[in-house]
């Protein structure tokens, strides 16, 4: 075989072969003949002219994302660095401005987050750009949207996704942040106590309440059975106050042989002996008839004064 045929075959299957190629999914490829715009072509086998057209360059269609690092300074002169992240994606209708239009679209998108940033965290003061990031981010995507549209990008989100403080204003803060919590902590240990002791209060008032109540029922049962006894002794021919002295020297004996049981009691009730108890009950006897003549004697002084 003639070898100059051989390398038309060849140089021919080169560029046949050089006629295709391939696009990926989620990828928009520009075709360009001579230097000067073609076509867009989107994912799958693709046909090119070959030494004609070429290939400028490809553009993914998939959701990328730039993270930015801003230092900027509060409202109340703290330096503090924040981390804004940027979900962007080309238009696939808009791919031809996307790459003629802009060459580093990256420096453009941080461009004008540094711009939005510094523009509105000065206004702020610190712990208000933690409260209000969503906002400095809804700001910033505002702004990129109606810029980046323009050169075929679309701005999906954008997230303030780091506030780093200087360390000497961070441990200021944490300093902060420790002293009220331990106030509050203090606040509820003495709101504690003070309730303790006002239940503690009220629970021993309620205790003297309850026990002077038993001994006012205890003292009125003593009474009554006094009353009953000093009833039966006057069936029997004694009088009241022979009864009442008879009464108190009973309890005196009862209270000597309760002592004499108890074997580790060191009290002493005087008198003990039963001449003495014969003397107490007389002078009983005869206290309790002087009371009653004087009470009768002062009875008749009051009846003549009345009469008189």
Do not use: C, W
């Not at 553009?59 to 509060?74: A, F, G, P, Y």
């Not at 509105?120 to 810029?147: G, H, N, T």
């Not at 504690?192 to 309440?209: D, N, P, T």
């Amino acid at each position: 075989m003639n070898p100059t045929f051989i390398i038309f075959i060849v140089l021919g299957a080169v560029v046949l072969f050089a006629a295709f190629f391939m696009v990926k999914q989620q990828t928009a490829a520009i075709v360009e003949r001579f230097g000067r715009f073609q076509s867009i072509r989107h994912s799958g086998l693709q046909m090119k002219i070959p030494l004609v057209d070429r290939i400028a360059g490809k553009v993914t269609l998939k959701i990328q994302q730039l993270d930015v690092i801003i230092e900027t300074k509060t409202l109340d002169d703290v330096f503090v660095k924040l981390k804004v992240s940027v979900q962007y994606k080309v238009i696939r209708e808009k791919v031809y401005d996307a790459f003629y239009k802009l060459d580093y679209p990256h420096d453009q998108i941080t461009s004008f987050v540094f711009d939005v940033v510094r523009a509105e965290v000065p206004k702020m003061k610190l712990d208000d750009v933690f409260v209000k990031k969503d906002d400095i981010a809804i700001a910033v995507k505002r702004e990129l949207q109606e810029y980046m549209t323009e050169y075929g990008y679309d701005i999906i989100k954008t997230l303030v996704t780091d506030i780093d403080p200087d360390a000497q204003v961070k441990a200021a803060m944490n300093r902060i942040n420790a002293a009220d919590r331990e106030k509050t902590a203090a606040q509820f240990e003495g709101d504690a106590q003070r309730i303790l002791i006002v239940e503690r209060a009220k629970a021993e008032a309620e205790s003297k309440r309850l026990q002077g109540q038993g001994i006012a029922d205890q003292r009125r049962e003593i009474a009554r059975g006094l009353e009953e006894s000093v009833e039966v002794l006057n069936k029997v021919g004694i009088n009241s106050q022979e009864a009442s002295a008879l009464i108190v020297v009973t309890q005196h004996y009862d209270t000597l042989q309760s002592i004499g049981q108890e074997t580790n009691s060191n009290l002493i009730l005087l008198p003990n002996s039963p001449q003495a108890g014969s003397q107490m009950l007389n002078d009983m006897v005869a206290s309790f008839t002087a009371s009653n003549q004087i009470g009768e004697a002062m009875k008749n002084t009051k009846n003549k004064k009345k009469l008189e």
